[in-house]
């Protein structure tokens, strides 16, 4: 079998053997130049290290069992006159590295140096090549926000202390490549699109605010109906500013023996200044309210006191936590809570331009004959997880019929199953 020297088999393997000989040339390149498919490749970042030893190493076996070439692929990989071999250990090397690279572009390579950081370094400014390194690398995914760094970090936290261990069954946490919401999918009111812009500020200029004892920032109280993207943005901002998000639901955090309940909060807002940058989410904070009003057991209005404590004590600029309370039911809350809040964001029914806006949004990638700006004139009073139902029905409506295009009557559909099931949420039993 003959292969040819541009096939993407063998692009593939040169991509990595240029990756290996200029990471390894240049020791200000760390993990996060490596695309994640070479960090796979070479094995960086294994049991959650940041570290990546060198020098890389690119072996036939290595190119065997991650792509699964066969022997033709590597043999025309090692004909080319510009790639060494070592015969003893099976290894591939690149001798010539600025022949390999103008080789690499000549043969169609120009895409895959738009998203290697590495060889984005190194092609930078070389003629033929129109690439900038700095913007390469910030569209790379950041190991640390991968599930692996983040169970790594987990792990060593509660391997040390039991508490932390009783902390991490009381959450779930998310590391920023594994939210599937991201804030170009959101439609945004002006005032939560500002909210972002000042946390990324406020990230990015931590120091700053920390010389001049600015500290009463990074706590937010997102308030609105159900529905309204509370939640959704909160996962967002774990992807945009590139930290986990721990979901705390207050109900879950008490426990059946209510003397442990407070130090289960003192545990989960340790932890959280452990693992930081990090989001600590709370949902349903209404809890804290009906908890302080009501006449329920002594010890949980303790944890709740233990709770808005924790809350005074936590900070963004000095721990690294931003804090963001949820409550679909802000009528409820006394004084003693609102005030612990730095801001205060409202999620609002959307109106008929952000419904229309939202449902352009989630049919962008669906084939759909719909009038978008009659569709949003219809939904007054839906929010957006209303319409996102309704489109859900909608396109299970054409599945049902093997269809994949949406018509008039799948829209109606949809469009009367959200209705049924708000009628009947209004039911009384």
């Not at 004892?213 to 909160?234: D, H, M, N």
């Not at 939202?358 to 319409?387: N, P, V, W, Y």
């Amino acid at each position: 079998m003959t292969i040819e020297t541009g096939t993407r088999d063998v692009l593939d393997i040169m991509e990595v053997l240029l990756t290996a000989e200029i990471f390894n040339r240049n020791e200000g390149l760390g993990i996060n130049d490596l695309h994640p498919r070479c960090r796979e490749f070479f094995g960086a970042g294994s049991g959650g290290s940041t570290e990546v030893k060198r020098p890389l190493i690119v072996s036939e076996g290595a190119i065997r069992k991650t792509f699964g070439s066969p022997d033709a692929v590597c043999q025309a990989v090692r004909k080319n006159p510009f790639v060494g071999y070592d015969e003893f250990g099976q290894r591939l090397s690149l001798p010539s590295l600025d022949a390999a690279a103008g080789w690499f572009i000549k043969k169609g390579g120009t895409e895959r140096v738009g998203r290697n950081p590495v060889l984005a370094y190194f092609l930078e400014g070389k003629d033929g090549v129109d690439v900038n390194y700095q913007n390469v690398l910030a569209k790379n995914p950041r190991f640390e926000d991968t599930r692996e760094y983040m169970e790594a970090k987990i792990s060593r936290l509660i391997g040390e202390s039991e508490e932390m261990r009783e902390a991490r069954d009381l959450i779930i946490i998310s590391a920023p490549d594994e939210v599937e919401f991201t804030l170009d999918k959101l439609v945004c009111t002006p005032r939560q699109e500002e909210i972002i812009r000042k946390i990324g500020v406020a990230l990015e200029h931590r120091e700053f605010l920390k010389e001049h004892s600015i500290y009463e920032f990074g706590r937010l109280l997102f308030v609105g109906p159900p529905g309204t993207g509370k939640t959704s943005l909160a996962l967002a901002m774990s992807r945009t500013l590139h930290m986990p998000v721990l979901e705390v639901r207050l109900a879950m955090v008490t426990s059946q023996y209510l003397g442990e309940t407070s130090k289960n909060i003192d545990r989960i807002f340790d932890l959280a200044k452990k693992l930081a940058p990090c989001i600590l989410f709370i949902d349903e904070f209404d809890f804290v309210a009906k908890t302080r009003v009501s006449d329920d057991h002594g010890a949980m209005k303790r944890a709740v006191n233990m709770l808005l404590k924790n809350i005074d004590q936590i900070s963004f600029v000095k721990n690294g936590v931003l804090l963001i309370g949820a409550t679909n039911h802000p009528r409820i809350l006394d004084e003693a809570a609102w005030r612990r809040f730095d801001e205060v964001v409202e999620f609002p029914l959307p109106d008929q331009a952000m419904r229309q806006a939202i449902l352009q949004k989630i049919a962008a990638t669906i084939e759909c004959d719909c009038d978008f700006a009659d569709l949003a004139a219809r939904t007054e009073g839906f929010s957006g997880s209303d319409l996102r139902m309704m489109m859900k029905e909608a396109v299970m409506s054409a599945l049902m019929e093997d269809r994949r295009r949406l018509d008039a009557v799948d829209i109606e559909q949809g469009l009367l199953r959200v209705e049924e099931r708000n009628v009947i949420r209004g039911t009384g039993y």
